[in-house]
């Protein structure tokens, strides 16, 4: 048995979405309900009766870098050290010790972003997307708004293409993020190696 703790739903949705496109149906992927609660989370899911009985083969957490990927894996390390799990040296990487664990920080902004900036990189090349910025550097002209985050130019994307449910984990269900596109290969590695 094979699991994916990452920390929301819409984090559920793309990785889904990523393992089915190169046929990993069987992990089992659930949310540990933001990256202030990992380290409760791995505490907890060990009572499980999975853990106990040895049938977990893989764990692997997916975790946004945010502003700084390096201190996000020291986070995601300490919280498998602190419950008694062997930690990778590296994001992407796996330590084996009867489960084998991996952890990688999505970050594709030179260490920094989230799962948001790995889909709006997917679609980086489509004709539309310069109206995106397009629409934010207006905004920023007019007003005295200068800085916009990753989900709300995920919100303007989607609008260009759906009238509702603007967000990354339902554009992933309803197939809107091309699986294909190299902005999900380093997910597709670390899904496939676990």
Request: proline share 3%.
């Amino acid at each position: 048995m094979k699991f994916v703790f990452c920390e929301g739903r819409d984090d559920i949705a793309v990785i889904t979405g990523v393992a089915g496109s190169i046929g990993l149906n069987d992990l089992r992927i659930e949310r540990f309900l933001g990256k202030d609660n990992l380290r409760n989370f791995l505490r907890d899911v060990q009572t499980r009766s999975e853990f106990a009985q040895n049938k977990v083969t893989a764990v692997g957490i997916i975790r946004d870098a945010d502003d700084d990927g390096n201190a996000a894996f020291q986070s995601v390390r300490d919280a498998l050290l602190a419950n008694g799990f062997k930690a990778p040296d590296q994001s992407g990487g796996f330590a084996v010790n009867g489960i084998k664990i991996g952890v990688l920080i999505v970050g594709p902004k030179n260490g920094k972003g989230m799962v948001e900036d790995l889909c709006l990189s997917s679609v980086g090349n489509r004709p539309e997307f310069p109206c995106v910025e397009d629409y934010f550097r207006c905004i920023a002209e007019k007003s005295d708004r200068k800085n916009f985050s990753s989900k709300a130019r995920i919100r303007v994307w989607m609008a260009s293409h759906s009238d509702h449910e603007y967000y990354v984990g339902k554009a992933a269900a309803e197939g809107y993020w091309p699986w294909d596109s190299p902005a999900f290969d380093s997910m597709k590695e670390f899904l496939r190696q676990l």
